[in-house]
């Protein structure tokens, strides 16, 4: 319910992926799920308005619906909601147009700093405001704490490190007096596998959280300034724009790994913006149609 003279903010969760032609953006992962709400938080608290979140069908499964609650119930004011339609859309614009249908006025997100080449640069631009995450509790000094969390389970096989090489990392963090808590999947405490509440105050008394862009690493920034959050990649690995807008805020890059090099962090940034080469090229066959 509105407060006097608060203003209602409605946005909508994409459709289509902004970098592949053939996937679609369902909140699939736990990453996804934090981020949107992330979001809709941060906003809420900046500007002091109450914001609604749009989402189709396909984002409305009971697990993922589940997973959304039980993140919901992790902020402390909850200025923002989430309304599910029973509408599968295969694009931004038909979800657009249906929301208008049913006298919704809704602007889709976009992110300036790390477009997708197929991005739509137009609507409500979040990655200033992901720059500056409240956090959710204020986090133990540093020296006070002598325990890291770590997860290292990841869907994606292009961000996975191998036991051994995980063995290498944690036993730097060990060496250095550290205990190294497993969180996600690969919990061996079931608390911290089953229970985003239990992982938060976790988190809000570690040192550090260390392991790859995933789930948790999003999940950090809800508790963690950014220098005490250690992500762990290689230069052949997928980088997502969490990624490098992490490491722009300051997040620490392979801090007992193999440091990366100036140059291979250059060719890493080339790769990722080489698509805008490509959404360049598309535009100019298009205008190139548009003369024929």
């Not at 992330?38 to 900046?46: A, D, G, K, N």
């Not at 963090?173 to 550290?178: D, K, L, M, N």
Request: glycine share 6%.
């Amino acid at each position: 319910m509105l407060r006097n003279g608060e203003i209602l903010l409605h946005l909508m969760a994409p459709v289509e992926s902004t970098r592949s032609i053939y996937n679609r953006y369902t909140a699939q992962g736990l990453g996804d799920r934090i981020h949107l709400l992330t979001i809709l938080w941060v906003i809420s608290e900046r500007d002091d308005c109450r914001v609604v979140l749009h989402l189709t069908k396909d984002k409305a499964t009971s697990k993922k619906i589940a997973s959304f609650n039980e993140i919901l119930e992790l902020f402390p004011r909850k200025n923002f909601e989430l309304i599910f339609h029973d509408f599968l859309s295969t694009s931004d614009k038909e979800f657009e147009n249906y929301l208008l249908s049913i006298g919704i006025d809704a602007k889709s997100i976009y992110y300036k700093d790390y477009p997708g080449w197929r991005e739509n640069l137009t609507g409500y631009e979040v990655s200033e405001l992901l720059r500056r995450i409240p956090l959710l509790h204020p986090p133990v000094e540093l020296a006070k704490s002598r325990y890291v969390t770590a997860q290292w389970d990841t869907t994606g096989e292009m961000r996975k490190f191998t036991p051994q090489e995980i063995q290498e990392i944690e036993g730097a963090y060990i060496g250095q007096g550290f205990e190294v808590v497993t969180v996600g999947g690969a919990a061996n405490n079931p608390k911290f596998r089953d229970s985003l509440f239990e992982v938060g105050k976790l988190m809000s008394q570690s040192a550090f959280h260390i392991g790859v862009d995933s789930g948790f690493m999003h999940f950090a920034q809800l508790f963690l300034p950014p220098h005490r959050i250690h992500v762990y990649t290689k230069p052949g690995n997928y980088w997502s724009h969490h990624l490098f807008r992490g490491l722009d805020i300051g997040m620490v890059l392979n801090s007992n790994f193999d440091k990366i090099t100036p140059f291979q962090l250059q060719k890493v940034r080339w790769r990722y913006n080489s698509p805008k080469l490509l959404r360049l090229w598309h535009q100019f066959r298009k205008l190139l149609m548009g003369r024929d």
